[in-house]
């Protein structure tokens, strides 16, 4: 069965400083990943996918992630974090069947 | 509107009481999800259906109970609230098995 791990529970920076928030998984075959934020009181809202192709993805709110099969990992980066970034991020990973399996969650603190 | 809302978006309730959640979709997804969102245990999966009159188990389901008669609905009862069904809860919806799902803003359940 799939698992994904994010390592970070809590991490904190300031605004204008780059952002990567750690993604790992496990599963045996290609994997579709997702990231998704959620911000205080809120649903998840997507921010990108990974399913095929290029391993570098581009999302909503200046997001990118980088797909890396030989680390198993999906970690999501961002160049410069504004205020409103300050969130819950959770990775998730499907195998094509109906479920998702999602991490723990990173919160995003960001400092002016 | 067109998306996907849950009712009610807080509820506060007694043990051994029986509570329904409610969600909807205005997509006419066929693949609708109930998730529980506990501190550390990021979301888990209580039950999801892959169409109407179609529901399987998740990762959490003992305690609860759903049914689809109709694509867009997809209630969650509890039948006999405990206390440590106190949660956040999030519908979600997805159409076809590749695609991302897409959650509702949560019902704030509170079991005293």
């Known amino acids: 069965a799939q698992s994904v791990t994010q390592p970070d529970i809590h991490i904190t920076v300031s605004e204008g400083a780059s952002l990567e928030l750690r993604c790992n998984y496990s599963?045996?075959?290609?994997?579709?990943l997702f990231w998704y934020v959620q911000s205080p009181g809120q649903g998840l809202q997507l921010l990108l996918k990974?399913?095929?192709?290029?391993?570098l993805v581009q999302g909503i709110k200046g997001f990118e992630a980088e797909f890396k099969r030989s680390q198993s990992s999906f970690n999501l980066r961002k160049p410069s974090v504004h205020w409103s970034d300050a969130a819950e991020y959770f990775c998730a990973v499907g195998d094509g069947s109906e479920k998702l399996v999602f991490g723990k969650g990173t919160k995003l603190t960001v400092n002016p | 509107d067109a998306g996907i809302t849950q009712s009610p978006r807080y509820k506060i309730t007694e043990t051994g009481r029986q509570v329904t959640l409610m969600c909807h979709q205005t997509w006419s997804h066929s693949y609708m999800f109930w998730y529980r969102q506990d501190l550390g245990h990021g979301l888990r999966l209580i039950y999801y259906?892959?169409?109407?009159?179609?529901?399987d188990k998740g990762e959490v389901p003992d305690g609860y109970v759903v049914s689809r008669s109709k694509t867009e609905n997809f209630p969650l009862t509890l039948e006999s609230a405990t206390r440590s069904q106190t949660s956040v809860y999030f519908c979600a919806s997805r159409q076809g098995s590749y695609n991302e799902q897409f959650f509702g803003p949560g019902t704030r359940l509170t079991v005293l």
């Open positions: 990974y399913f095929s192709g290029d391993t």
């Open positions: 259906s892959a169409a109407a009159d179609i529901t």
């Open positions: 599963y045996g075959a290609t994997p579709y």
